[in-house]
């Protein structure tokens, strides 16, 4: 898996599927992997007529973690909800800049950027912040940053919050991780298997609940963007599924209502998740994405 650099001391890994003409990047979620994105999804989407790059941001996978840098995830949540000062070691903005460096890695001077979560939010912020690399923006369950959309479910949060807890006792984190994926999974086609599966082969990769931390405490560093999504010029497809308990379909609708003519698309009874059953509709969404920016055939 090769590697290169966005900035002194930060490492970004990554690897590409296929070899379309154009290039499309997909952006990982809070705490997620490159290996999130499954290769046959992969496939999928350079059947499109694109390279597929994939990469770890940050703080996950193989790419670089800030050990030295201790999250107080309770004071970032209580500073970012009384509209104070967020202390984070990094904020979407240098995620942004990560892949944007990805792109230099792979030569390209533009992409289709896919982005699902944090990493829709990573996604809106190089279209936001770079918008002459992006030529076409797919947004996956993410939000705007605005604290009265996307809201997540309460439940939810208490797990997640217990996933950022560090462990020594590997089963009990795989536990957790599969816990976790059932609560903001699709229920009616959760595979406990496949999400068991992902959990240990994420776990033996590169574990670290306190770079998830980090991560969180970025996101809320990072406040809205509903003031400068006005200004997206790229054509934008929006998905997200009304079933979604940890960022809420608002998050979508919201989104899809700020970027000028952006095309919402609703996964019925999908959550928070990419399971295969929704595969074709995500390839269909991206597709019409990449279609309207004229590329890809």
Known sequence: MPTTSSAPGIDLHYDTVGDGPETLLL???????SIGYDVELCERLGALGVRVVRFDNRDTGLSTHLHDREPDVLSAIAAAGSGGTVDAPYDL???????????????????????????????QTVAIEHPDRVASLTSIMSTTGEPD???PDPEVLLSLVGVLAPTEDRTARVDGMVELARIIGTGWCFDEVRARERAVQSVERADDALGV????????????RAADLPGVSAPT???HGDADRLV??????????????????TLERMAHDLPPEYWSQIVDGVAAAVA???GAG
Not at 27 to 33: M, N
Not at 214 to 223: C, D, F, H, N, P
Not at 248 to 265: I, M, N, Q
């Open 27 to 33: 952006v990982c979620g809070l705490g997620a992997q």
């Open 93 to 123: 903005s240098d995620m942004a800049r990560d892949a944007v460096a990805v792109l230099d890695a792979v030569g390209a001077d533009r992409a289709h950027v896919v982005g699902a979560s944090m990493g829709g939010m990573i996604a």
């Open 149 to 151: 959309v996307g809201v």
């Open 213 to 224: 931390a980090r991560q969180l405490t970025a996101i809320l560093a990072s406040g809205s």
């Open 237 to 239: 497809v929006v998905l």
């Open 248 to 265: 809420a379909h608002s998050g979508g609708v919201r989104t899809a209502e700020l970027v000028p003519d952006a095309e919402l698309r």
């Open 292 to 294: 309207r920016a004229g």
